[in-house]
């Protein structure tokens, strides 16, 4: 037979919070457990001669509080077995108590049978003693799970269990990583209990170094104003976005466009990608913010005609990355990055409604840089087989057009030229693809170390007293043979400047 496990709360510390249907329930002459005795409530209780047990013991023989919760949960589930019980929690049992989640959770399980006594928790008491109102926005966080819960800054915080100086402490780190340390807060000790009720206003880099904390202490934190904000949210870009195309605003922001804006949006992703070539991290850092803000911008001009927000933009992206990965959010099984594309690939035609490979392929964007595309329709096309077996047979094929392009130079057909670069640059193309080579990236490099190359020409016959373009082009390819040996080009305005520096000593 399995009897009731009577669950009631305590209140928040005062006797005046304990309710009618508690007291009832504890005078009624069922065995009485209390979660702990380190509440004030209970000498009150042992001034009615009401007896009872409690777990504290549990608290000095295990290693961790979620040991102690599971225990507890276990022994009530023992008690259960043999009478009626009633188990009682500081404040309301469905406020903060882990060891009641935990019996909901075992009773599905088991069938064992569960009552609630309401009863106020300390949070109301917190809400009178502060004279807050939580309907206006507030957040809730348990000291012991910072590493999972996170504060929001642009509303009022109240965070829970501070039980002493050295989680206090822990919580103060946890919290400068989202607040200044001047960061004004209150603590607040014994929430309603007269005689133990203490508030103070302090900076929050001050919370470990009062000695008064106690396990009935919490804190709370005022919505952060500009002042003592540190770090600001996608919500703070497009709220600043909006200020800028408000009537008031920046001239120049609300006289852009979506066409407008074009150019922007194609510089700010090549910037991302230097600084990406350049391994700056500081860099990057910046260029993707300047990038996001294009996003940001885009979103609001399509806010302001009524067609979607940045929220519908982050869904839309959210949704498309769960939907595209079952072998992560679902039950499909998918061993290597080819089956992923392969997923990847196939629920995109579903999702645009391709019924061919070409439409898949006309899908690619027609802004993209050319040698971006055509690797792009090479991957595409290779998914279906066709490819070549090898790149010696890609490289065959740039050999043939190769000759054709010298064969058409021979016969004087210009018109013909451009046709047969093209797929000459397409046979390269598909080279690079096969050794793992980005190709726009690799032409962007060698156009960069073209660059290198020039200017150490350029400034190595200065130091001669030479200009470039009175050189003939057989001093000038001397010139571009030593600047391919020589290593370190960042140097060169020192290794130039060599008084016994010479052409014929270098190469």
């Known amino acids: 037979m399995q ?23 504890i005078k009624s002459g069922k065995r009485v457990i209390l979660r ?24 000095e023989e295990m290693q961790s509080f ?10 009530l589930l023992e008690v259960s077995l043999k009478e009626d019980v009633i188990y009682a929690v500081p404040g309301n049992p469905f406020v903060g108590e882990e060891t009641v989640r935990l019996l909901i959770q075992r009773a599905e399980a088991t069938g064992a049978s569960l009552e609630f006594i309401q009863a106020p928790s300390f949070l109301d008491a917190i809400f009178h003693s502060l004279r807050i109102d939580p309907v206006n926005g507030l957040k809730i966080l348990d000291g012991l799970q910072l590493d999972k819960q996170i504060p929001d800054v642009h509303c009022p915080v109240v965070v829970t269990q501070i039980y002493n100086q050295m989680i206090a402490s822990q919580v103060k780190i946890s919290l ?62 497009v709220q600043i976005m909006g200020k800028l195309r408000e009537k008031e605003g920046c001239p120049w922001d609300l006289s852009q466009t979506h066409e407008s804006l074009k150019p922007y949006l194609i510089e700010e992703t090549y ?59 679902k039950d499909l099984k998918v061993d290597s990055v080819s089956g992923a594309l392969e997923s990847w690939e196939g629920i ?48 065959e094929k740039v050999r043939e057009e190769l000759e054709e392009v010298i064969e058409l130079i021979y016969l004087d057909k210009p018109d013909e030229i451009a046709e047969e670069i093209g797929d000459l640059i397409f046979a390269v193309v598909n080279v690079a693809r096969f050794l793992k080579v980005e190709p726009e990236l690799a032409l962007n490099k060698t156009s960069e ?17 030479n200009k470039l373009e009175d050189m003939s082009l057989e001093e000038m390819d001397d010139l571009w043979n030593l600047a391919k040996i020589h290593k370190n080009t960042k140097n060169i305005n020192n290794s130039s400047k060599k008084k016994d520096f010479t052409i014929k000593d270098r190469i």
């Open 176 to 237: 400068m990583k989202y607040y200044h340390d001047e960061q004004p807060i209150v603590v607040i000790r014994g929430a309603g209990v007269s005689g133990l009720e203490r508030i103070e206003k302090m900076c929050l880099y001050e919370l470990d170094r009062i000695d008064w904390i106690d396990h009935l202490t919490s804190i709370f934190i005022p919505e952060t104003t500009d002042k003592h904000l540190k770090f600001y949210s996608m919500n703070n870009l």
């Open 348 to 395: 995109k035609q579903k999702e645009k409604n391709e019924h061919s490979y070409t439409a898949s392929l006309r899908r690619i964007p027609k802004h993209l840089p050319a040698l971006m595309k055509s690797h792009k329709i090479q991957e595409k096309a290779a998914r279906v087989g066709f490819d070549w077996d090898s790149v010696e047979g890609a490289i």
């Open 271 to 329: 910037e991302v990608l230097e600084a990406l070539d350049n391994k700056d991290m500081d860099l990057l850092e910046e260029e993707l913010g300047d990038l996001l803000l294009q996003i940001v911008f885009h979103a609001q001009l399509a806010l302001e005609a009524e067609h979607f927000n940045m929220e519908d933009v982050i869904t839309g992206i959210c949704n498309k990355l769960i939907y595209r990965h079952p072998h992560v959010f």
């Open 66 to 75: 979620e040991a102690v919760y599971e225990k507890i949960t276990d022994k």
């Open 449 to 465: 170390k073209f660059i290198n190359r020039f200017e150490f020409m350029e400034i190595t016959a200065k130091s001669h007293g």
């Open 3 to 25: 009897y009731t496990i009577t669950i009631v709360g305590l209140g928040p510390g005062n006797k005046d919070c304990l309710t009618l249907g508690t007291l009832e329930k």
């Open 36 to 59: 702990t005795t380190k509440h004030p409530v209970v000498e009150y209780l042992k001034e009615l001669k009401i007896k009872f047990h409690s777990f504290d013991h549990l608290y």
